[in-house]
């Protein structure tokens, strides 16, 4: 694993996308801990990337056009009703102990997210094989997609904590609050958008 893929990886991971903008508002609502808990979701929501990359079936997502919309299609309608979710929700900052039903709600979104991404299998089909080793390609590609989902988290995480602490400072500036929520909401939207009218 070279010093190339680190850098591109961590540049890919860095750069908001959707579920950048997922955690972000996650932890503006619900603070620190619940931020967490969606930056583990999104991490969570790479592994059936990684493993259609293990068994080929990107490649087979890279061919078929009509998987590749299929997908697509079905992650930009999860967006919108995401979107949609995040723009009526009544925004209450409470960063207090998580709730088991509502933490495995954040998990689930937050998987969904990566995971209704056709862009995402592309992206293992595409960057990955560069830095694979002839004589082990699965292990390094399960090596490789590890560290891509680990430099996930990390950033997720800074990310989290970073909203968090924002959510706090306007914690009694409710209509602020909402306001940034509502953005975030229009942010996903704007993704939904884009994706929607995304090539293979």
Same mark, same amino acid.
């Given at each position: 694993m070279g010093f190339e893929f680190l850098i591109t990886s961590l540049i890919v991971v860095v750069i908001p996308g959707t579920g950048v903008i997922y955690t972000v508002s996650v932890a503006l609502a619900g603070g620190r801990r619940r931020g967490l808990i969606a930056a583990v979701g999104c991490t969570l929501g790479i592994v059936p990337h990684l493993l259609a990359a293990v068994f080929g079936l990107s490649g087979f997502m890279h061919a078929g056009a009509l998987a590749f919309r299929v997908l697509k299609y079905a992650g930009v309608a999860y967006l919108l009703f995401l979107a949609l979710s995040m723009a009526r929700a009544k925004v209450v900052f409470e960063d207090r102990g998580e709730n088991p039903s509502r933490a495995l709600r954040v998990i689930v979104r937050g998987i969904l997210v990566n995971l209704l991404n056709p862009k995402l299998t592309l992206f293992f089909f595409a960057f990955l094989p560069q830095f694979l080793s002839v004589d082990a390609a699965t292990v390094s590609l399960l090596w490789l997609g590890a560290t891509f989902?680990?430099?996930?988290?990390?950033? /997720?995480?800074?990310?989290?904590? !970073? !909203? !968090?602490?924002?959510?706090?400072? /306007?914690?009694?500036?409710a209509g602020l609050r909402q306001w940034l929520q509502r953005s975030m909401a229009a942010l996903l939207a704007g993704f939904a958008i884009k994706l929607a009218f995304t090539e293979q």
């Open positions: 989902m680990a430099l996930t988290l990390a950033v /997720f995480a800074l990310y989290a904590v !970073a !909203a !968090a602490r924002v959510g706090e400072v /306007f914690r009694e500036k």
